[in-house]
């Protein structure tokens, strides 16, 4: 999807000591309707407080204080999601292979080719629009199923094991009747379009069935 079909215009934040680079990156990707956020330093990318926006991070290797590779890995261990364009003047096979073990999305030695550039951009931005989705449904899942009641949540866990209304009143202890019920509540409160689609939810959710069932 391109980024213009998109409600919120995605920010790409350029962390690099160069004021030329910043300079330069900063109005080549304005140019094509992002926004961009610029700092000199890691340091002062984290004093300005700045919330988690749609959109990714062009980051340099070399920076004063804590150097992009550094500064990758601690994002990763904070489970913070932002997808990493590394450029960078001073690098080595090392340093790329450590940078795209650890996620990145690419990594360039400058002067980069401005297209080269735009084109990681997009797949970053991309990348993270995915993301964000997924989380997203992902969360309104979760509500969902905590609006279910505990009986609901016993049915379910035979409905997506495939298990046909009788089946399931006789292992519940309700009727037929009953169970058409809950199964109507269920699709109703987990919005599911169809048993295929509620049981990629449940899934999704990590939702356990029992572990011995009879068929």
Known sequence: MNHLTSNVVPTVVIIDDDDIVRESLSGLLVSIGLKVDSYASVQAFVEA???DKPGCMVLDIRLPGRNGLDFQAE???GNHQRPIIFVSGHADVAMSV???????????TKPVHHQ???DAVQVAIEKDRLRRAHDQS???AREAFELLTQREREVLALVVLGWRNKQIAAEVGVTEAT???HRSHIMQ????????DL????DRLGFSTPASTKV
Not at 189 to 196: H, N, Q
């Open 49 to 51: 407080g700045q919330p």
């Open 75 to 77: 994002l990763v261990r």
């Open 98 to 108: 450590r940078a795209m073990k650890a996620g990145a999305v690419e990594f360039f």
């Open 116 to 118: 080269d550039l735009l």
């Open 138 to 140: 992902l969360a309104h």
């Open 179 to 181: 169970v058409k019920l």
């Open 189 to 196: 409160k987990m919005a599911a379009m169809s048993l295929i």
């Open 199 to 202: 049981v990629r939810k449940t």
